[in-house]
C-alpha cells in the first residue's frame, strides 16, 4: 500500500464496496433507471471482478422507482408509502442489476439488511456468512435496507452508513461512495465559490467534520455529513474510502486513472482491526476448554471444530464472544462463537459429520470460523 500521506490507486484494492444513490440510478424526471449510465458503471465492475477483485453494491433506488409506479406524490412520503414504494421499485432494481451484470458475465445475489442485521451479533454472523459465501461463488452482492419493514426506529436513514457497515462486515478493504460531488471540500462549494478539493484525508478530525455540509437532494437521504460518518465508522475498522463524483458514465474507470476524489486513509488493515474488536471490545459470555490438537490446529491458522471442544462453559448465545482455553486453563483467544450454549454441549467432542444428527440441523462446520477468531501470543 503507499505511503499514508499519498493517495492509494483503486487497483491496490481486492474486495471493494460500491455505493450507488438514488440521484445517480434513477432519473427524476422521469422515475426510471438512467439504464445508459447503469450499464457504463457495470462495465467498471466487470472489469474490476474480471482482474479478481471482489465486488459488492449497496444500491439506493427503490423507493424512487416504486413511488412513480405507483404515482405517488412528489416530497416526504409516509412511512407506509415508503415501504410500499420499496416493495415494488425493489423488485424493478433487482431485476435491473441482474440483468446488466449478466451482460458482463456476473451474477448478482440480492441481499436486504435491517439496523439488526448489522448491530446484533447473533443476525450480523448470519448476514456476514452469506455475502462471504456469495463472494466464494463470485456472485456481486446488491444490498439494500430492507425499507419493506424497516420503520424510523430501526433504520439506517441512509445507504452511506449502510455501505460503511457492509464494508466492515465483509472485511473490505475500500469503500467507495459514488456521489453527486467529487469529494470533501474545504466549504460546501455551492455556497462559497473559493472553495477547494481535499484529495486526501489522513485521518478523521473535529475540522474534517465540521466541512460537512447539509442534506443531499429530494431522492437522496445522504449529504456530505453522513459520508463523513461513513468515513469514520469505515476507517475504525480498517478500510480505506473514497468520495468521488458518480455523474458522467464510467465513474470507477475515472478513480482508476487519478480523478477528482477525496481518500479517507486507515492506518489499519480490515483482519486486524475486526480481530482487535473480538479480542478487545467485546465481553466474553462463556468459556470453550480445547484439548491440544486444537489449540495446535488454531496456532496453524485452522477454525475450531466441534471436535477440539472438551468442555463448554457459560449461557452464551451464537454470536456472543467467547474465551478459549486450553488443556492446562490458559486462555488461548476469544472468538465469536457458531452455536448456542446448549448446542454447543451437545456437540462438543464430536465429528462435523455428526452435527445434523445430533441437532437435527445442518449446522456450520466451525464451533468458531478462524475469521471470528482473535489468538493471543503464543
Sequence with gaps: MTAPSAAPSLADFRRIVIKVG?????????????????????????????????????????????????GLPKGPLKLEDSQAAAAVGQIALARTWAETLSHEGVTAGQVLLTLGDTEERRRYLNARSTLARLLDLRAVPIINENDTVATTEIRYGDNDRL?????????????????????????????????????????????????????????????????????KIATAAGTHMVIASGHGKNPLK?????????????????????????????????????????????????????????????????????????????????GLVAYDADHAERIRGRSTADIEALLGIKGRAEMVHRDDLALGAG
Design 163 to 231: 455501505a460503511a457497515r457492509v464494508a466492515t462486515m465483509a472485511s473490505a478493504d475500500l469503500l467507495v461512495l459514488l456521489s453527486d460531488i467529487d469529494g470533501l471540500y474545504t466549504a460546501p462549494p455551492a455556497q462559497d465559490p473559493g472553495a477547494t478539493l481535499i484529495p486526501v484525508v489522513p485521518r478523521i478530525t473535529a475540522e474534517i467534520e465540521a466541512m460537512a455540509g447539509g442534506a443531499g437532494s429530494e431522492l437522496s437521504r445522504g449529504g456530505m455529513r453522513t459520508k463523513i460518518e461513513a468515513g
Design 254 to 334: 475515472r478513480i482508476l486513472d487519478g480523478g477528482r476524489c477525496t481518500w479517507f486513509l486507515t492506518s489499519a488493515n480490515p483482519a486486524r482491526a475486526r480481530k482487535n474488536w473480538i479480542g478487545g471490545a467485546l465481553e466474553p459470555r462463556g468459556v470453550l476448554h480445547l484439548d491440544a490438537g486444537a489449540v495446535a490446529a488454531l496456532r496453524r491458522g485452522s477454525s475450531l471444530l466441534p471436535a477440539g471442544v472438551v468442555r463448554v462453559e457459560g449461557g452464551f448465545q451464537r454470536g456472543d464472544a467467547v474465551l478459549l482455553r486450553g488443556p492446562d486453563g490458559a486462555e488461548i483467544g476469544r
Design 22 to 70: 438514488s440521484a445517480l440510478i434513477v432519473d427524476s424526471a422521469r422515475g426510471k433507471v438512467r439504464l445508459p449510465w447503469l450499464t457504463a458503471l457495470v462495465e467498471d465492475i466487470g472489469a474490476l471482478h474480471a482482474k479478481g477483485c471482489d465486488v459488492l453494491v449497496v444500491s439506493s433506488g427503490a423507493i424512487a422507482l416504486g413511488r412513480t409506479v405507483l
